[in-house]
């Protein structure tokens, strides 16, 4: 097997005593103090995350928005300000998921895309194959860091660090600053539930960037662990277990990702006929009162199998097991009673409408 | 970590002998492999357990690890406040985490498991 990658913060993971772990060939912390700790304090007060492994694409040149727009569902007009950000999808031509991204409106002709750590060499050889030749693409992914800084007092933590006169940006937009003396662009956004910003570096000023947010008392460094826990409570699909190339976005609960009204881009017919003819099966949360359900167990309704759980976990917030699942369209209503198989036991479970954990500052803050 | 008065098996659970009746949890280095506890499954009294076979599982938000008897006899009192409060046995794996208490069939079955110095030994080496 080959080596795991590292990113630009490995040895001050190992330095605070992390459980690190291989994920998508990346050595990564699972978790440092605990979970369930590290997402109490992402939900309480301030917690921070290493996703350096996580990819960036410069997308630029005359013709960067018309080829994006081809490439991506969503709609790059509604990011035409300068500084904004769009989530969206960027699917094959049968509609496929070939992976989720944000993309940043970072300059005049130019866009920052950020993507999966384990979609990295194929978003590349996708997009670049997509693009014509007055578009110019560089894989920064390697000399880039990106630490989010998650919750509610994250705000707060940021201030401080930041230059005189520091000016945060707005949800969902990205602007330069300077945290600590070092320059950054610093973008609000994030995939915890809770109000953020996700803190792009060259990858040398990682580790300062890191020990300056740390010297707070108020911030925890937490793993991939509370990561999945936290996103999975805000219903926000993973790429890998809520989606894949056999899903697409209408099932997956992303319609609102593809902007069918926009110029053509690949996937759009099938897309279209998938939202005509309404999807087969549809992503939908489970709530369980008893145990945990993972990835792979069996969901049963009126005694047969109707799907397997897609992501699954204990809720630190609730307190009790969630879970996401593809279910035929006619059950994925929210309020159906389903069972699920928790190993040698059936455990009585409720289809609901994500998020799980409402009332975060997030929701509180887009209000 | 270890105490010595205790004995310990393969699957990291530990055994506290008292005349013909055992009690049973997981080491210090189990909950500590596992994280935070956040589910634990036990059988009922009465039931049977036999030295080797799972009497029970255990999750953590991360994982779900089965239980494995050390020993072969007869549940006689298992500790329910575990559903309650399942992070007990983090906290306190050799004593309010305890899982369930055993009438011994066979008393030299305990000649199979690891003394505190043992286990130790055998813990380093999986780390």
């Known amino acids: 097997m080959n080596e795991l990658k590292r990113t630009p913060l490995h040895d001050e993971h190992v330095l605070l005593g992390a459980r690190m772990v291989d994920f998508a060939g990346w050595s990564m912390p699972v978790q440092y103090s605990g979970i369930i700790d590290e997402h109490r304090a992402v939900r309480e007060s301030v917690g921070i995350f290493d996703v350096s492994h996580m990819a960036e694409f410069r997308v630029f040149g005359l013709g960067a928005t018309e080829a994006l727009q081809r490439i991506v569902t969503n709609d790059l007009g509604r990011i035409a300000e300068l500084g904004s950000a769009l989530y969206t999808v960027m699917c094959d031509e049968d509609g496929g998921i070939i992976d989720d991204l944000i993309v940043y409106h970072t300059g005049d002709l130019e866009y920052l895309v950020i993507a999966n750590a384990s979609r990295r060499e194929t978003d590349w050889d996708w997009i670049t194959s997509h693009l014509p030749e007055d578009v110019e693409t560089a894989d920064e992914s390697d000399r880039t860091a990106l630490i989010a800084v998650q919750g509610p007092r994250a705000l707060e933590i940021v201030a401080q660090l930041a230059h005189e006169g520091f000016e945060p940006p707005a949800r969902f937009t990205i602007a330069e600053a300077r945290l600590g003396g070092t320059q950054v662009l610093l973008a609000r956004t994030g995939y915890t539930g809770e109000d953020g910003f996700e803190i792009v570096c060259h990858a040398s000023h990682a580790s300062g960037v890191w020990r300056a947010l740390l010297s707070f008392p108020e911030v925890t460094p937490c793993g991939l662990g509370a990561r999945d826990t936290l996103r999975l409570e805000m219903g926000y699909p993973l790429y890998g277990s809520d989606m894949d190339r056999g899903t697409d976005p209408v099932s997956a609960g992303l319609g609102w990702t593809v902007a069918l009204a926009k110029s053509d881009f690949i996937g759009r017919d099938a897309i279209a006929r998938i939202k005509e003819a309404g999807p087969e099966r549809k992503l939908v949360g489970i709530t369980v009162d008893e145990g945990v359900p993972r990835p792979g167990y069996a969901v049963l309704h009126e005694g047969s199998e109707v799907g397997k759980v897609a992501s699954g976990t204990y809720s630190p917030t609730l307190g009790h097991g969630i879970a996401t699942a593809y279910l035929p369209s006619e059950i994925a209503v929210p309020g159906t009673e389903v069972t699920l198989a928790i190993r040698r036991k059936e455990v009585a479970g409720r289809v609901v409408r994500p998020p799980f954990v409402k009332n975060t500052s997030l929701s509180s803050a887009a209000s | ?127």
Request: aromatic share 8%; net charge negative.
């Open chain 2, 1 to 127: 970590m270890y105490p010595k008065d205790l004995k310990y098996d393969k699957e990291h659970e530990w055994v506290k002998v008292e005349g013909d009746v055992v009690t049973i949890g997981i080491s210090h280095f189990a909950q500590d492999q596992l994280g935070e506890v956040v589910y634990v499954d036990l059988p009922s009294v009465g039931d049977a357990v036999t030295a080797g076979e799972t009497f029970g599982e255990i999750e953590s938000v991360k994982s779900v690890s089965e239980l494995f008897s050390p020993v072969t006899g007869e549940i006689i009192e298992v500790n329910d406040g575990l559903s309650d409060a399942p992070e007990v046995v983090n906290e306190d794996p050799y004593g309010d985490g305890w899982m369930i208490k055993v009438s011994l069939g066979d008393t030299a079955e305990l000649d199979e498991l690891m003394a505190a110095e043992e286990y130790e030994a055998f813990v380093s080496e999986e780390a």
